[in-house]
């Protein structure tokens, strides 16, 4: 995201003697005309799920696996299995339209330097304050390229007039690969080498033949690891927020299905708010005071949240994070921000909290 700074320059003979104040008040569409509108954040949680995927090919031979090589249960269709590994949750901010405000342009204040996100989020006032990186996802591990075992298959192999031939000519390949194999290792072949080096490269080779032309009758696993994300927004009623929702649902075939799509298991979230908030004054004198303050700086004052991620067997995530809308919004006197005091204000750009204060 970029860096919008905005310099509210003001003429030095506009300013009276008095000192005067920025004002700042609740930003209204087609009201608020002149101004700096900003917005706070609400949490919103990106669930990043790394699966394994699985891809089981069947072999050429497969119908052939137990009559020339006595393999039992070989893979005769293709198949696909997901396996969920971690969850991970990233908190970000996004803007809250309930919480837009605006810095007003008046005479006679202080000239603040507002830094603000690309989609208007506050992140700080006189200071020049950059959006935090984007946090890196894990990557994606592609699966092997898969063996073709006819790059191994002999003339005579290849020369053969049925499927039928083809398979007993390779599996008697096989089993001529392990015996050499074997003359080798117990140092009985004619052609072993006395380097040890040499031995392994030897070997290796012999190996890759054999599983090459063995995958033709027990197929072949090809194993990804698939990164997938979408968002949550957890409600800003700290009750409704606590009680058990639906997240996603998994599918050991399909991986990350829709939530409606009863083929996969579900997976579900609670977000519990920590500790309690102090009481609302309504008294006639707190009264007084919130109204001297409505002109100062919005900010938020975010809740800290257990979060745990859970199937019906097993615990996948357990969290405590600050969430944005299970908090308040607070507001800092507009007495900082006057001529005489050049008060520097740093905001958490994922919770809209103060972070620093000059």
Known sequence: MKKISIILALVSFLLSPSVA?????????????????????????????????????????????????????????????????T???????????????????????AAPLVSLTDDGLLLGVN???TPDPAPELPQRVPAP????????????????????????????EIYDIRDSRNALVRGEAENTPKDGAQLKLMLDNIDQQRTALESLFKGQELTSTEVLSFDYEP???????AER?????????????????????PIWITVKAQGSLPPIENDAEAAKKK??????????????????IFTATQTLLTAEVP???????????????????????????????????E
């Open 235 to 241: 409600s800003a009623n700290p009750e409704e927020c």
């Open 145 to 172: 390229k898969p063996v073709n075992g006819r790059d191994f298959m002999t003339h005579d192999i290849l020369a053969a007039g049925s499927t039928s031939k083809m398979a007993q000519l390779t599996a008697e």
């Open 127 to 129: 200071v020049d304050a």
């Open 291 to 308: 109204a001297k303050l409505e002109q100062g700086l919005y900010v938020n004052q975010p809740r800290r949240a257990q979060v745990t």
């Open 245 to 265: 929702h639906l997240l996603c649902r998994f599918s050991r075939k399909l991986g990350l299905v829709a939530t409606d799509d009863l083929s996969g298991d």
């Open 21 to 85: 104040q920025t004002e700042i008040e609740r930003f209204r569409p087609g009201v608020t005309l002149e101004g700096v509108n900003y917005f706070l954040p609400k949490t919103v949680f990106e669930v990043v799920l790394t699966a394994e995927k699985t891809v089981t090919k069947p072999g050429e031979f497969a119908a052939y696996a137990d009559r020339y090589l006595r393999l039992k249960d070989v893979p005769t269709v293709e198949s696909t299995t997901w396996t969920l590994k």
């Open 323 to 357: 969430v944005a809308q299970l908090g308040t919004v607070e507001v800092l006197s507009d007495a900082l921000f006057n001529k005489k005091l050049d008060t520097k204000v740093t905001l958490h750009q994922h919770t809209g909290s103060v972070k620093q204060v």
């Open 87 to 109: 969850v991970t949750l990233m908190p970000y901010g996004a803007p809250d339209s309930t919480k837009a405000f605006s810095i007003k342009l008046r005479a006679k204040t």
